[in-house]
């Protein structure tokens, strides 16, 4: 047995739980029951754990010294930086959000019969003849991929006709929806008028689970899944929709009149997060365990480990540069902290948990993986108004819920966690060419800024739909481009339209097509 002297940091980890009530754990109740614990992948920490206040007794008296002082307040906080995957952050970001994310069709399949290309699942929820559906965990790879649903029976399957599918009675993999293919010549577009728009006759267009403000990505790589007219294709902003059309308020482009003939055109859906209203409102609460390694290296299995106990999501901020990868600033706010000795169990061991599998996955860049990037005004007559500027040096993004913890007597640390404002800012340098941005400022013009990133046939988008700018004073210097510095502040886009009550929009798409990258 050797007590060791130090312990590296390469040994620790770091996973988070979601709570059933602050500071408590479903493992933890009096009738236990699973939970799972995520794995997360730190670059850095700011602090991390419980911060002790002291009070000293200073009586007066003939020595002039003071007296041991008592332990009279905690308080429970961590942060860490992380890169941005196409996955990582979207359960953890649902608590910064104090929101659900807003699924299509999702579900994990009981049994795979190749003979009939048929998907046993116990609900349908979601999924249309029609639906585009992404296929992932299968063990034999002819099960995984894109498949089109050419049948559905009500909760018991999905058959995917044509898709060649292998017999599989205890499948580990899932289903998603990830878009939709409509019949020959029945997706048509509508370019003249107010906003695009695109109609539909053979399918109820509100049955595929679209809101207003949602993205979408419109046509497939084949020539048959796709417009022929290029600017009806790409990515679009839902402003309002209906049993048969779809109004868009952003594109690239322009669209134009066209009907489709012998084309099933495809749209490519995503899940989406946002701020809430009303009963959306979902708070959560975490534990976030970092282990410690073990420090008896006759008992490599003993680990010790600490906790942040009743976690709620403080601040999220990334700044993007150029020639980088997109990592990200979290940090949460406690009610308390704890640790667990080598001798002990971690949280995470315990007999009802689940450690849940860290899914390998690339960075995304600055350099390649950003296909589009737009600031202008907004509009209601123009789905592509002029971008405010062309090129961005630098985006900064940051969420504050403006957390308060609760403190009571009787209580080391805190009770509870209270909830402020929803802030949304950032800022941006952005090349200067023209003076519409600095006008835009000066006018307090409603301005909207997105992002869209893809990479390996996967992608994000980041939307705020209302934005105000400041500073925006064009930056002069000696042998350098002039730059154009802007702060930005967020705002619900309730004036806009009432159907886009929100402050800020992310949409995860799980599958896109290879045009989605060009």
């Known amino acids: ?101 807003r699924r299509k069709g999702e579900e994990t399949p009981t049994a795979v019969t190749g003979t009939t290309d048929l998907f046993t699942v116990a609900a349908t929820a979601g999924f249309f003849v029609g639906s585009l559906v992404w296929a992932t965990g299968f ?27 292998v017999t599989d009675g205890s499948p580990t993999g899932k289903l998603v929806v990830v878009g939709f293919e409509f019949a020959a010549g029945d997706l048509d577009v509508t370019g003249t008028g107010t906003l695009a728009s695109y109609t539909s006759t053979a ?22 899944e796709a417009y022929t007219s290029a600017v009806n294709n790409g990515f679009k902003r839902i402003r309002s929709i209906s049993a048969n059309s779809m109004t868009v308020d952003k594109s690239d482009s322009v669209l134009v009149d066209e009907a489709s003939t012998t084309e099933t055109i495809r749209i490519f859906l995503g899940r989406v997060l946002r701020n809430e209203l009303g009963s959306l409102i979902t708070r959560r609460t975490y534990n976030l365990e970092r282990t410690l390694g073990a ?25 993007i540069g150029t020639a980088d990868k997109i990592n990200a600033d979290i940090s949460f706010i406690a009610i308390d902290s704890e640790q667990i000795l080598a001798a002990a169990t971690i949280k995470s061991d315990d007999a009802n948990a689940t450690k849940l599998a860290l899914e390998e996955a690339d960075a995304f860049n600055t350099s390649s993986d950003f296909k589009r990037i737009r600031l202008s005004l907004v509009s209601d007559t123009n789905e592509a108004p002029t971008p405010l500027f062309a090129r961005v040096q630098e985006i900064g993004l940051n969420i504050n ?32 060419s023209d003076n519409l941005a600095t006008q835009s400022v000066q006018n307090n013009d409603d301005v909207t800024l997105d992002m869209v990133i893809v990479k390996q046939n996967a992608g994000i988008i980041i939307d705020l739909p209302l934005i105000s700018l400041g500073d925006g004073r064009p930056n002069v210097e000696q042998d350098a481009p002039i730059t154009l510095p802007l702060s930005m502040d967020a705002a619900t886009a309730a004036k806009i339209a009432t159907t886009l009550d929100y402050t800020l929009h992310m949409q995860w798409f799980d599958y896109l097509p290879d045009a989605a990258a060009a």
């Not at 600490?306 to 901020?317: K, Q, R």
């Not at 819920?401 to 800012?425: D, M, Y």
């Open 1 to 101: 047995m050797t007590i060791l002297q130090k312990i590296d940091s390469n040994v620790t980890g770091l996973r988070f739980a979601e709570e059933v009530s602050i500071g408590v754990l479903a493992q933890e109740e009096a009738a236990p029951s699973n939970t799972d614990w995520t794995p997360l992948e730190p670059n850095t920490y700011a602090d991390f754990g419980g911060q002790i206040s002291t009070v000293a007794r200073n009586p007066i008296n003939p020595s002039r010294q003071r007296k041991k002082g008592v332990t009279v307040d905690k308080d429970a906080s961590g942060g860490l930086n992380t890169d941005l995957t196409q996955k990582n952050l979207q359960e953890l970001l649902q608590g910064f959000f104090f929101a659900d994310l």
């Open 139 to 165: 063990a034999d790879a002819g099960n995984n991929g894109l498949h089109v649903v050419t049948a559905v029976t009500l909760n018991t399957s999905i058959e995917c006709l044509g898709s060649t599918l």
């Open 203 to 224: 399918k109820t267009l509100t049955e595929l689970g679209l809101i207003p403000g949602e993205w979408i990505y419109v046509g497939g790589d084949l020539a048959a």
């Open 295 to 319: 420090p008896d290296d006759a008992s490599p299995a003993q680990i010790q480990a600490e906790y942040l106990v009743g976690a709620v999501p403080s601040e999220f901020a990334t700044t």
């Open 401 to 432: 819920n403006n957390l308060t913890p609760n403190k009571a007597i009787g209580v080391l640390g805190a009770f509870e966690v209270t909830a402020g404002t929803f802030q949304v800012g950032g800022s941006m340098t952005a090349y200067f």
